[in-house]
C-alpha cells in the first residue's frame, strides 16, 4: 500500500505555514509563505494552491496521494462548511474559504480556527500526545483555546466552542476587548494584559525595578518578579489566579486528563505552572483535579500546521 499524506495549513495574519505530514505523522515537509492581505486577502486561497502544487511536484507525490488540506485561520470558523465569518488580521469576512479552497485544488479541505488547530497538534504529536481529554491554552498577545473531548475536537452549535479567551472573569471595572465585552479571560491573564497591568501598577509604586524600563513586555515582568520585585510579582499573583480559576472552571465540564499551555507568556516556563497548578487546586473540584495534570506546549510554531494534518488524518 503507498503512503498517504495529509496536509496542514496555519493562515496567520503575516505569514501561511504549511506542511506535508504522513499519516503516521511523519513530517516530509515544512515551509512558509507570505500572507498577501491585500484586497481582503483575496489571493491567500491562490497563493497557497500554488504553494502546494510546487512542493507535491518537489517532493515528487502525487495528489492522488493525498487525502486532504486541513487549515486554520484565527477568527470564527463554521467547521462544517469552511466559511470565515470572520478573521480580522487576514482581512476576511463572509468569505467561503473552504469551498474556495476544495475547488482550486480538488482536494477535501477541512477548516478550522487556529486555537483548535494547536490543540489537535499538541493531541496528535506534543505534550497532549494520545489524551482522550485535552485542554490547550494559548497565552500570547490574546487567549486561545482548544478542547478535546472524548477524542474529539469541540466545536459546539456554531464553532465558537472553547473560546475561552472570552470567558467572563470580571463582572465590574473589566477591561474592554476585542469581542465587545469587558472582563474577560483574555483581558485578565494574555501578554498584553500582564503589560497593561503592570503599567497601572507602576502608578502606585514607582520603585519597582520595571520603572525603569522605557517598554515593557510579559517576559521584563516575569523576570522582575523573578528578581523579587513585588510590584510584578503581585501583578503575576492576580493574573495566574484567574487563569487558575478559569482552568480550574473549565475542569468540570471536560473532566480533562491534561492541560497543556503554548504561546509566548508560556516560555515563563515553571514560574508560571508552578503557581497555576497551586491556584487551579485551590479552586478546582477535588477528584476532578486529581485526574489533571499541567504541560507546557511542545510544538511551538508548528503546532497549527500539525493540527491541520491532524484534522484531516482523524476525518478523512
Ligand atoms: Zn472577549
Known amino acids: 500500500m503507498s503512503e498517504k499524506y495529509c496536509i496542514g495549513a496555519d493562515i496567520g495574519g503575516t505569514t501561511i505555514k504549511l506542511a506535508v505530514i504522513s499519516t503516521e505523522g511523519k513530517i516530509y515537509k515544512k515551509w512558509e509563505i507570505h500572507t498577501d492581505t491585500s484586497e481582503h486577502g ?11 502544487n510546487d512542493t507535491l511536484k518537489e517532493l515528487n507525490i502525487h495528489k492522488s496521494s493525498i487525502l486532504g488540506i486541513g487549515a486554520g485561520a484565527p477568527g470564527f470558523v463554521d467547521t462544517k462548511t469552511g466559511y470565515i465569518n470572520e478573521a480580522i488580521n487576514i482581512g476576511w469576512k463572509h468569505f467561503d474559504f473552504g469551498i474556495e479552497l476544495k475547488e482550486l485544488t480538488g482536494l477535501p479541505v477541512w477548516v478550522d480556527n487556529d486555537a483548535n488547530l494547536a490543540a489537535l497538534g499538541e493531541n496528535w504529536l506534543g505534550a497532549g500526545r494520545g489524551v482522550e481529554n485535552l485542554i490547550a491554552v494559548t497565552l500570547g498577545t490574546g487567549v486561545g483555546g482548544g478542547i478535546i473531548a472524548n477524542g474529539d475536537i469541540l466545536n459546539g452549535a456554531n ?12 463582572t465590574a471595572g473589566g477591561a ?10 483574555e483581558t485578565e491573564t494574555s501578554a498584553t494584559a500582564i503589560v497593561r497591568k503592570a503599567k497601572e501598577a507602576l502608578g502606585h509604586h514607582s520603585s519597582s525595578q520595571l520603572a525603569d524600563l522605557s517598554s515593557i513586555t510579559a517576559k521584563d515582568v516575569f523576570e522582575a518578579a523573578n528578581n523579587g520585585d513585588e510590584t510584578a510579582a503581585k501583578v503575576l499573583d492576580e493574573v495566574i489566579d484567574t487563569l487558575g480559576l478559569a482552568l480550574a472552571n473549565l475542569t468540570v465540564t471536560i473532566n480533562p486528563d491534561k492541560i497543556v499551555l503554548g504561546g509566548g507568556v508560556s516560555k515563563a516556563g515553571n514560574q508560571l505552572l508552578d503557581p497555576l497548578r497551586a491556584a487551579y487546586k485551590k479552586y478546582a473540584l477535588p477528584r476532578a483535579a486529581e485526574a489533571c495534570t499541567f504541560e507546557l506546549a511542545e510544538l511551538g510554531n508548528d503546532a497549527g500546521v500539525i493540527g491541520g494534518a491532524s484534522l484531516v488524518n482523524q476525518y478523512h
Open 42 to 52: 483575496k489571493n491567500i486561497t491562490r497563493d497557497i494552491n500554488i504553494a502546494i
Open 159 to 170: 464553532g465558537t466552542a472553547a473560546e475561552i479567551g472570552h470567558m467572563t472573569m470580571k
Open 176 to 185: 474592554p476587548c476585542n469581542c465587545g465585552r469587558s472582563g474577560c479571560l
